[in-house]
């Protein structure tokens, strides 16, 4: 088995507790830099009392960029990257095995892996998500959202990137703001012949909105990303199919659904209706 050192990286901004919980769950014993996009005092005393490196980007660029900002520092290295979500909590010892996992025979071309995700109370969250298309999004208008599909990524709240997978695909699209820039790495990891993968036997916290308490402005955000990357990879007609089929879907949804459901179908369907990418524009500065 192929073993090298892990570099961690955090990104965050503001919530300095949180932050805490997360870098103390590493116990100071992996190599992490903490990109700071919010310029908070208490972010950077939070990463000095845990040993992390420090950057400042002296403004929100997102989470694509800031991850950019320390993949460019670690270039010259031979290290693979964690990428880390601070609302996330893996220990040393399941990062080795996420390393193991990753290096062991017969994965020489596995470009990234995630251990399970363990949610509050034990929930168990969905890792390996199938890649967002229009054909997809009618599936889910019509109630056939969970047929099984061969392409599929992991969710970025704990996730491992080979250094091989980074120089060959290259750093994140920063035209993703918040959201969808993981799903949009390893789609173009996949089309240079790699792939991702869950490691059963390493399991991480993810409290899960951790970028924001305003449930509405991350659906927004999540929503305006599927717009950037339905945009990118199948274009302006892509987009149209897939935003009708996310309108009929979201219609269906407000005729069917309990009246709490209802609402938050009738509320993404007027997102939709109005376009994510323009109802987000405040919340993309």
């Known amino acids: 088995m192929n073993s090298r050192a892990v570099h961690v990286v955090v990104v965050a901004y503001d919530a300095p507790n949180q932050l805490a919980r997360s870098l103390a769950g590493l116990d100071r014993q992996l190599s992490t830099t903490v990109v700071d996009n919010s310029s908070s005092a208490e972010v950077a005393s939070v990463a000095t009392r845990?040993?992390?490196d420090y950057v400042d980007t002296g403004a929100n660029l997102g989470f694509a960029a800031g991850v950019n900002v320390a993949l460019n520092r670690l270039a010259r290295t031979d290290s693979d990257v964690l990428l880390l979500n601070p609302d996330a909590l893996i220990v040393p010892a399941a990062v080795a095995e996420l390393e193991r996992f990753l290096?062991?025979?017969g994965h020489e071309r596995?470009?990234?892996?995630?251990?399970?995700?363990?949610g509050p109370e034990d929930v168990v969250h969905r890792v390996l998500w199938p890649f967002p298309t229009p054909g997809r999004m009618w599936a889910e208008a019509f109630g056939f959202g969970?047929?099984?599909?061969?392409?599929?990524?992991?969710?970025?709240?704990?996730?491992?990137?080979?250094?091989?997978?980074?120089?060959d695909v290259g750093t994140f699209d920063e035209r993703f703001f918040l959201y969808a820039e993981e799903t949009d790495w390893q789609r173009r990891?996949?089309?240079?012949?790699?792939?991702?993968?869950?490691?059963?036997s390493a399991v991480a916290e993810h409290a899960g909105a951790g970028t924001s308490t305003d449930r509405v402005r991350r659906e927004k955000l999540f929503h305006a990303a599927q717009e950037t990357y339905i945009r990118k990879w199948h274009g302006g007609g892509g987009w149209l199919l897939y935003r009708v089929a996310a309108c009929?879907?979201?219609?269906?949804?407000?005729?069917?659904?309990?009246?709490?459901?209802r609402r938050q179908a009738?509320?993404?369907?007027?997102?939709?209706?109005?376009?994510?990418r323009?109802?987000?524009?405040?919340?993309?500065k």
Do not use: N, Q
């Open 146 to 167: 969970r047929v099984t599909v061969r392409g599929t990524f992991a969710v970025g709240a704990v996730l491992l990137l080979r250094r091989e997978a980074i120089e």
């Open 103 to 105: 290096h062991c025979p």
């Open 278 to 284: 323009r109802c987000a524009t405040k919340e993309l």
């Open 50 to 52: 845990f040993d992390a």
């Open 110 to 118: 596995m470009g990234a892996v995630a251990p399970r995700l363990l």
């Open 189 to 200: 990891a996949r089309d240079r012949g790699w792939t991702s993968a869950v490691c059963e």
């Open 248 to 261: 009929l879907g979201g219609g269906i949804r407000t005729l069917a659904l309990t009246r709490a459901r």
């Open 266 to 276: 009738a509320l993404r369907t007027i997102l939709y209706l109005r376009g994510p």
